[in-house]
């Protein structure tokens, strides 16, 4: 098959989603729970973000080529892709997890060594896991490494995608963006949380608001790239890097008599400003410059950086609520864990996952 040219600048952009989510970990240590106290307050629609770049850019690979590739081929391209970061995730929230001892995760002191072993086991096939084998006491699905929750959201919506929705005409698959805008719509404004965070947990609530977070981004990614009206502006990556990050930082909106507000900002969000920020972004058209070369370096951080951060961030929560650290002597550290989160998914990047899919594209036929 031809080799197509990436979208630099969506891959780049998604790398600025990644930061923003490790800073929105980070800050998330000091808001007690409290999203009106939460600093970068809405970090984790970076996950949204990141099913409506799937969605594009699977439509992109892959909608043109299924006249000479089958079902498992696909499958086969998206596990190389994805899994051997599944797999260093897993075991990295493995090596940390005794360290996060403390009263904020009080279930890690008392977990045998082989119960650890078989949750990483678990973790890496992206397997989710039950109340059973909750190791950290916070009740999701993969313990070791938390947001690997929306890979398992991802790898469903790809086999959606390979299994029929590849065929729908635009017509058809409109009906269906628009359908599941209805449902991601729903969700946002009555749910406890007002708003779409969670998705993370095996119960009826979590796991529908996992369904809405992926199925309008993911389908209308797809529908926005056939469609392709793209727009073309001057400083495309600066341009859609700030309204992403302003719109992932700005403070709550509402109040404990509004909650709803806050769920009808998030999804204008999701339905509105990442489709335009989508839009901008492929609409650049040159492949080389200073702005350019930035966005390729982001793009390939991005995915190892999510995939690989959260256990330093157990780790800096547990200590900051153990020893009772304040904010002043507390961030330094978290520029720190910042810091050492880049290092570790870059060098997860260059000495493992490179290789490793290089290997496995060359072995598995």
């Not at 797999?87 to 005794?98: E, H, K, N």
């Not at 509105?272 to 793009?299: K, N, T, W």
């Amino acid at each position: 098959m031809t080799v197509k040219n990436h979208y630099v600048v969506l891959d780049g952009l998604r790398g600025v989603a990644s930061l923003t989510v490790v800073v929105f970990h980070l800050c998330e240590t000091y808001s007690l729970g409290d999203p009106f106290a939460q600093v970068i307050n809405h970090g984790y629609l970076a996950v949204d973000f990141f099913f409506l770049l799937s969605g594009f850019v699977i439509a992109y690979a892959y909608d043109d080529r299924w006249g000479s590739m089958s079902q498992w081929e696909f499958y086969k391209r998206r596990l190389i892709r994805l899994q051997p970061m599944v797999v260093m995730g897993s075991v990295i929230g493995a090596s940390l997890f005794y360290f996060q001892a403390g009263p904020v995760f009080s279930a890690v002191a008392t977990t045998p060594i082989w119960k650890l072993l078989l949750v990483m086991v678990i973790g890496s096939t992206l397997v989710p896991v039950g109340k059973t084998l909750d190791i950290r006491g916070w009740t999701e699905m993969y313990p070791l490494n938390g947001p690997a929750w929306s890979l398992f959201f991802e790898y469903i919506a790809n086999i959606l995608y390979a299994a029929g929705v590849r065929k729908f005409p635009n017509r058809v698959l409109g009906i269906l963006v628009l359908l599941a805008a209805c449902f991601l719509v729903h969700v946002a404004v009555t749910s406890p949380r007002s708003g779409l965070i969670g998705g993370w947990s095996l119960d009826r609530n979590e796991l529908q608001i996992g369904f809405a977070r992926v199925a309008f981004p993911f389908f209308a990614g797809i529908l926005l790239m056939r469609t392709g009206r793209y727009i073309h502006i001057k400083h495309a990556f600066a341009v859609c890097s700030l309204v992403l990050v302003c719109a992932l930082a700005v403070p709550r909106f509402g109040d404990p008599q509004h909650m709803w507000v806050n769920g009808a900002y998030e999804s204008i969000c999701v339905i509105l400003v990442f489709p335009l920020v989508v839009a901008i972004g492929a609409g650049e058209q040159r492949v080389d410059g200073v702005s350019i070369r930035i966005a390729r370096f982001f793009g390939d951080l991005s995915y190892p950086l999510y995939i690989t951060h959260y256990p330093l961030v157990y780790v800096y929560t547990s200590w900051v609520a153990r020893d009772k650290v304040p904010a002043a002597v507390g961030t330094p550290v978290g520029a720190l864990v910042l810091g050492a989160s880049i290092a570790i998914a870059y060098t997860c990047l260059k000495l493992y996952d490179i290789p490793v899919r290089r290997w496995l594209s060359d072995t598995v036929r």
